[in-house]
């Protein structure tokens, strides 16, 4: 299906454990983000990607890391999960001219840490 | 920090009249907008954008306003319908070509039939 998607929808892990969030665009998009979104912050970046192999801190990058061997896949991975991590997690795509044309969003994971 | 500043977390409107959501930013490297529009337990949907050479930009029943000497845009939705009850982001993009968006608290829109 042509899209972005992420997986899994809800996740639950503990404190400690490493856990890693999916996410798959069939576009071809260039750039590919991780957003965060908390009660009260909206949504914040953590991390993006220009293109293939090209990474880039955002706003709250701490405790996360990220990959991009292939353009078509962005994974977020927590190292060492916190609490202060449970959230809800966004990816979107985008392609050039997509700050007119708009970013696509996934549907999100849902991840809680106990 | 707060670049993208959304005051009103909630918005109550009749069905049928205008809904006016406001957002302020800091940052006069902005060269683009976004508004998006979300649902529960789904991901933010792209409404529209304005450029930051352009004071207007209209798409069906949704206008959004750009007041750059004020750091002040505005989405205004004629006439609301109960489909446009949802949480609404303001974004911002710097004009240097890295794409990202810095995006707003949000304001919570209630159309009451």
């Known amino acids: 299906d042509a899209g972005i998607t992420q997986s899994p929808r809800y996740k639950i892990t503990e404190t400690g454990r490493q856990v890693t969030l999916m996410c798959h665009q069939t576009?071809?998009?260039?750039?590919m983000f991780w957003y965060r979104q908390d009660l009260g912050h909206g949504l914040r970046l953590i991390y993006y990607?220009?293109?293939?192999?090209?990474?880039d801190k955002g706003e709250v990058p701490d405790g996360y890391v990220v990959s991009r061997s292939k353009t078509e896949n962005f994974p977020l991975t927590l190292e060492s999960a916190t609490r202060s991590q449970t959230s809800v997690y966004f990816c979107?795509?985008?392609?050039?001219?997509?700050?007119?044309?708009?970013?696509?969003f996934g549907s999100g994971t849902r991840l809680t840490v106990v | 920090d707060q670049q993208v500043k959304q005051n009103s977390p909630s918005l109550s409107v009749q069905e049928g009249r205008i809904s006016i959501l406001n957002c302020d930013y800091t940052?006069?490297?902005?060269?683009?907008f976004l508004w998006y529009k979300k649902y529960p337990a789904e991901g933010p949907t792209f409404l529209i954008s304005?450029?930051?050479?352009?004071d207007k930009n209209e798409d069906g029943r949704f206008t959004v306003f750009l007041n750059k000497s004020a750091k002040h845009l505005s989405l205004h939705i004629v006439p609301s319908q109960p489909g446009d009850s949802a949480v609404y982001f303001c974004?911002?993009?710097?004009?240097?070509?890295?794409?990202?968006?810095?995006f707003g608290t949000g304001t919570r829109l209630t159309i009451i039939p």
């Open positions: 974004a911002a993009s710097e004009d240097f070509g890295n794409e990202k968006l810095t």
């Open positions: 304005i450029s930051s050479i352009k």
């Open positions: 940052n006069s490297m902005f060269d683009y």
């Open positions: 979107a795509s985008g392609g050039q001219g997509a700050k007119s044309l708009g970013y696509t």
């Open positions: 576009w071809s998009h260039s750039y």
């Open positions: 990607s220009a293109a293939a192999d090209i990474t």
